[in-house]
């Protein structure tokens, strides 16, 4: 088996990730041609909207081998609105490439990757792309790339003629640079002895003390190139296999893998993308999907060679494939058992805007909610909600681009069109203070269920705790867990319309009948009783509030300052940079939503600004939205016992 290599490649939109692709499926020998962003050939960018757009809306596998090693490249989107596929991704590589383009330099994308990167301690080579372009300043490119994500950065090549419509690349050693031999000496207790006293160092043990610093995430192999030129890609496939980690291999234990996306494929169907953590996966074998609690077949499993699903009978533990017959399955589920191997979700950012999607034509209403829901399913981030009692259909986005992406999609993958209202900021509420709320259902019979709660705020950003103080004497303990499980559904909508977060629910008292009580009932008393306590205690808004970052001109420190204040923002001591200035903060998402467009304004597309979720806090009522109930309201208690009896059309 040859050894791999699981490589995800991240950058801001535009910086040439993708051409970097294209470039070493081209020299691995897995593509004849290399294929172009501008004219839409790229293997990655399959998607109809990515050849039309010139950017990544998904990730993307692909594997070819290199010098006896099997790499699997995921290639990522670059743009803000899609770093839930990015979150996901974190999740099955083991090391990364992360291109920065020598013309924009750090832009704000960039460094929100790499705070998710070093968030999970991932080994990381920095490629700076496009060192060919006119008026690249690489002394300065590498200054921000100091600043403003690691100085322990250590290049191993020099770039001559940059920025003259050609580069060349120079070649040297470690022990070339005093520089980089200090950089390695930080974080090598034996370099900095020998560095210290001034004794030669040998270059093999110099070499070893790098390559564990790079593995450890303690230090940056910076490489140089020109994806149009061609330069610089082997040197980048090189490294891959020098330096960059390959998985461990428990392939003897049992199955434990991770499905990281889904996606329904022409031809193929719908296929599950699946990094394989420990033990091995065969075809025609049964799994066991963990978080559902079923068991699934493995009809197919696929190797995604360039643009090519090539079968195979058997993947086993480090590997990442295609695998058909996971029709019930979703991204995010675990297959097999959990494993400490696993990493944790990392976060880049947060959907917190809502928006209606409205089929342009009423015969296409069924057909998009469909669509909706696939696309959920492969991206559940969308959180689709379909309200039938008013023929609503809601998805949560990030902003404006992933919008027009979905509009495109709908179009051109399902043949249906779509139209997307405003958007509208996802709020949420919390108790105001203290009470009670009963919920009685015994008639008509057979039924017999009553409980009362007491409701009181909690801190925020504690979410739902509960406690129970009845007997199961009192409540058979089945309807105590009817109870509990109906809890987190009975605050999706509270009595302004939104979720329900940061209370403490404690059911107080209750009572069953040996004879006419059913899970049911206690189902329907619980709503009742909850909303019932919410009406009369009443909820405050909870609005999304998002961190800043800012680096802009000095000059427009106190332009910058004010119009945060006026839009509810708060703001820590400005950092100076001369001739820049860095201000982190604060601010409501509602009154910042055009404010990327305010900033590049005001400074001439210059400044950057990076924003990433903070919190949840009280809104005042007048600034927020209350939203009408979807479905029947439980506060209207004839109704809804009769929608819940499914006695009401």
């Not at 049992?254 to 990281?260: D, K």
């Not at 959990?338 to 296409?364: F, G």
């Not at 009280?618 to 208690?637: Q, S, T």
Request: charged share 20%; hydrophobic share 40%; net charge negative.
């Amino acid at each position: 088996m040859k050894p791999i290599k699981n490589i995800g490649i991240f950058a801001h939109v535009d910086a040439g990730k993708t051409s970097i692709t294209e470039n070493m499926l081209y020299l691995s020998g897995a593509t004849k041609n290399i294929g172009s962003v501008d004219d839409g050939t790229t293997i990655t960018d399959s998607l109809a909207v990515e050849k039309q757009r010139g950017i990544s809306v998904r990730s993307s596998l692909t594997s070819f081998y290199w010098k006896e090693h099997k790499i699997n490249l995921v290639d990522t989107p670059g743009h803000v609105d899609f770093s839930a596929d990015v979150e996901r991704v974190l999740q099955v590589i083991d090391a990364a490439i992360l291109v920065i383009s020598a013309v924009e330099g750090v832009q704000s994308h960039t460094e929100s990757i790499w705070m998710a990167l070093a968030e999970r301690h991932i080994p990381v080579i920095i490629f700076v792309n496009k060192i060919d372009r006119l008026g690249v300043d690489l002394e300065s490119i590498l200054a921000d790339i100091s600043k403003e994500l690691s100085p322990q950065f250590i290049p191993l090549q020099t770039v001559s003629n940059e920025g003259n419509g050609q580069a060349y690349l120079n070649h040297y050693s470690l022990a070339d640079s005093e520089e980089n031999i200090e950089k390695i000496a930080n974080i090598n207790d034996d370099i900095l002895g020998l560095f210290l006293e001034e004794t030669a160092i040998p270059a093999t043990t110099l070499t070893h003390a790098f390559k564990e610093g790079v593995l450890q995430a303690q230090l940056f192999l910076m490489l140089f190139g020109s994806a149009k030129l061609q330069l610089g890609i082997a040197e980048l496939l090189n490294a891959i296999i020098a330096y960059l980690p390959s998985p461990s291999v428990n392939a003897d234990k049992e199955l434990s893998a991770l499905i990281y996306s889904t996606y329904h494929q022409e031809k193929l169907g719908k296929l599950a993308y699946v990094r394989i953590f420990e033990g091995s996966m065969q075809v025609r074998a049964l799994v066991q999907n963990h978080h559902k609690n079923l068991t699934e077949k493995v009809t197919q499993l696929h190797l995604v060679l360039a643009n090519n699903y090539q079968a195979i009978d058997t993947a086993t533990a480090g590997d990442i494939v295609a695998v058909s017959g996971l029709t019930q399955s979703s991204t995010h589920d675990i297959l097999g058992q959990p494993s400490e191997y696993i990493p944790k979700t990392v976060s880049l950012n947060t959907s917190l805007l809502t928006v209606q999607v409205q089929a342009v034509a009423d015969k296409d209403y069924a057909a998009l909610a469909h669509a909706l829901q696939i696309l959920s399913e492969e991206d559940p981030s969308l959180a689709f909600e379909w309200y039938r009692e008013e023929k609503e259909l809601h998805v949560k986005v990030m902003g404006w681009i992933q919008i027009e992406v979905l509009e495109q999609i709908l179009l051109q993958r399902f043949n249906i069109a779509a139209a997307f209202k405003d958007p509208t900021v996802v709020y949420m509420e919390t108790p105001k203070t203290s009470g009670y709320g009963i919920g009685h259902y015994t008639m008509p019979k057979p039924c017999w269920a009553i409980v009362r709660f007491f409701i009181e705020p909690a801190p925020l950003g504690s979410g739902i705790q509960y406690a129970c103080l009845v007997r199961t004497t009192d409540v058979h303990q089945k309807y105590q867990n009817e109870v509990l499980r109906t809890i987190p559904k009975a605050l999706q909508q509270g009595i302004k319309g939104w979720q329900v977060t940061d209370l403490k629910i404690t059911l107080v008292q209750g009572e069953d009948h040996n004879v006419h009580s059913r899970p049911g009932n206690f189902v329907l008393a619980t709503n009742l009783g909850i909303m019932n306590a919410l009406n009369d205690i009443g909820t405050q808004f909870l609005e999304p509030i998002v961190a800043f970052k800012i680096t802009a001109s000095d000059e427009l420190l106190g332009k910058i300052t004010s119009e945060v204040l006026h839009r509810r923002g708060l703001f820590n001591s400005p950092e100076i940079q001369q001739p820049k200035m860095v201000l982190t903060g604060t601010i409501p998402l509602a009154s910042s939503l055009d404010f990327p467009i305010w900033l590049s304004s005001l400074s001439g597309g210059k400044a950057k600004l990076i924003t990433r979720f903070h919190s949840y806090a009280p809104c005042p009522d007048e600034l927020a939205k209350v939203r009408a109930y979807k479905g029947v309201n439980p506060l209207d208690r004839s109704k809804y016992i009769l929608k819940m009896r499914k006695a009401l059309e």
